[in-house]
């Protein structure tokens, strides 16, 4: 990883890392994430698509988020409607996969089925957490 990044660079740039990574095969323009998500991925905001608009934190973020542009970690993928979408840089990958090498293991192949079942899994869990999350606020059953 790049020296004397702070502690949001870094968690800026590994969200949004392993967050396009994670969207791979998907069209190019889909796998961006827009500083809402990324603020939501990485666990720096609770606050809504719409509240997350006037937060303190996106703020704090877009600042992170310049310092890994002009450090070529990440560019502007789209300036949308409310918020820009980003992409990491071939550079900004590379510096995510040094700093955690498990990030991008090696395939075992004897374990490959059951490694991909567990990320599902783990994916539906979160799915299912948000939905109840969401159902909760609506003050659904």
Not at 39 to 48: F, K, L, P
Not at 68 to 91: C, I
Request: glycine fraction near 8%; charge should be negative; hydrophobic fraction near 45%.
């Amino acid at each position: 990883m790049v020296e004397g990044l702070t502690e949001l660079q870094a968690q800026v740039l590994v969200t949004l890392v392993e967050g396009y990574a994670a969207r791979e095969g998907v069209k190019e323009r889909l796998r961006a994430l827009n500083e809402w998500e990324i603020a939501r991925r990485s666990g720096y905001t609770e606050a809504s698509f719409a509240e997350f608009q006037e937060h303190p934190a996106r703020f704090a973020q877009l600042q992170a988020l310049s310092v890994l542009q002009r450090l070529g970690l990440v560019t502007v993928w789209d300036h949308g409607g409310f918020y820009d979408a980003y992409v990491p840089t071939p550079t900004g990958a590379t510096s995510v996969q040094s700093l955690n090498p498990e990030v991008a293991p090696e395939a075992d192949p004897e374990v490959g089925p059951l490694v991909a079942m567990d990320t599902i899994v783990e994916r539906l869990d979160e799915i299912i957490r948000l939905l109840r999350a969401l159902n909760d606020k609506a003050g659904g059953a």
